[in-house]
């Protein structure tokens, strides 16, 4: 999941686990409650790239 922000952010606020949470179905859970996530910063683009996180196909989801 590619995340891009409308102004830049701070590398160490824009890949800190803490500060996202994700939404399936209904449930919310903290990125860093869930093992195996990394989050890359490109701070030209503004965009955080989230790896390890798996959804299923057509699955609903909410990040924030």
């Not at 590398?11 to 949470?21: F, I, Q």
Request: proline share 2%; charged share 15%.
């Amino acid at each position: 999941i590619a995340v891009t922000f409308n102004e830049a952010v701070k590398s160490t606020d824009a890949t800190n686990l803490a500060n996202y949470e994700v939404s399936v179905g209904g449930a919310t859970t903290t990125l860093s409650a869930l093992a195996g996530h990394k989050i890359t910063y490109d701070a030209t683009k503004r965009t955080a790239q989230i790896s390890g996180l798996f959804l299923q196909p057509s699955s609903s989801f909410r990040l924030a």
